[in-house]
Antibody
Framework: QVQLQQWGAGLLKPSETLSLTCGVY????????WSWIRQSPGKGLEWIGE???????NYNPSLKSRVTISVDTSKNQFSLKLSSVTAADTAVYYC??????WGQGTLVTVSS | DIVMTQTPLSLSVTPGQPASISCKSS???????????LYWYLQKPGQSPQLLIY???NRFSGVPDRFSGSGSGTDFTLKISRVEAEDVGVYYC?????????FGGGTMVDIK
């Protein structure tokens, strides 16, 4: 039974870089795409981007200039970096094995 | 972006009674491979979203058969044949035929 466990800093100041990592336990990357999705009261559920084990990625155009998603198959992990954060980036961030399995979520708050 | 519109915004249901949620997409979700990339999720209070239905009408592993999905093209419906107390939460539809993946605004279901 595959499980996702995510971690990273939960409190950031404006202009800093958000960094989250998701570990894949009990399975491998296979042929799936692995994504990051965030949820905020104001914007609902927002897909950030995805990556596969080969490193092929796709991003939401609205965030593309600030987002990097990477994969480390040797550690069974994939990661999200979002640069130049503002208060508008405050949200719960989820890692997801598309479309079936979501991580537990990480609340990231951006505040000075 | 494909806009996903869910109705109603909220639903209050007597246990044992049926419930129905509509999801309309701004473009057809039928892909050239013959599949329609429409999914339904339930987010229970305090939890991550969990997949209920994939590709319009296929129940995910472990999902009770009181949940069913139907529709085609741009119009889709999730039905709960007999609502139980454990079905409370917010239901979301999602499309994955086109980047970025997009979600409906959600339908909150509670028990009368």
């Amino acid at each position: 039974q595959v499980q996702l466990q995510q971690w990273g800093a939960g409190l950031l100041k404006p202009s800093e870089t958000l960094s989250l990592t998701c570990g894949v336990y009990g399975g491998s990357f296979g042929d799936d795409y692995w994504s990051w999705i965030r949820q905020s009261p104001g914007k609902g559920l927002e897909w950030i981007g995805e990556i596969n084990r080969s490193g092929s990625s796709n991003y939401n155009p609205s965030l593309k200039s600030r987002v990097t998603i990477s994969v480390d198959t040797s550690k069974n992990q994939f990661s999200l970096k979002l640069s130049s954060v503002t208060a508008a980036d405050t949200a719960v961030y989820y890692c997801v094995r598309e479309p079936t399995l979501w991580g537990q979520g990480t609340l990231v708050t951006v505040s000075s | 972006d494909i806009v996903m519109t869910q109705t109603p915004l909220s639903l209050s249901v007597t246990p044992g009674q049926p419930a129905s949620i509509s999801c309309k997409s701004s473009q057809s979700l039928l892909y050239s491979d013959g599949k329609t990339y429409l999914y339904w999720y339930l987010q229970k209070p305090g939890q991550s979203p969990q997949l209920l239905i994939y590709e319009v009408s296929n129940r995910f592993s472990g999902v009770p058969d009181r949940f069913s999905g139907s529709g085609s093209g741009t119009d889709f419906t999730l039905k709960i044949s007999r609502v139980e107390a454990e079905d409370v939460g917010v239901y979301y539809c999602m499309q994955s035929i086109q980047f970025p993946l997009t979600f409906g605004g959600g339908t909150m279901v509670d028990i009368k």
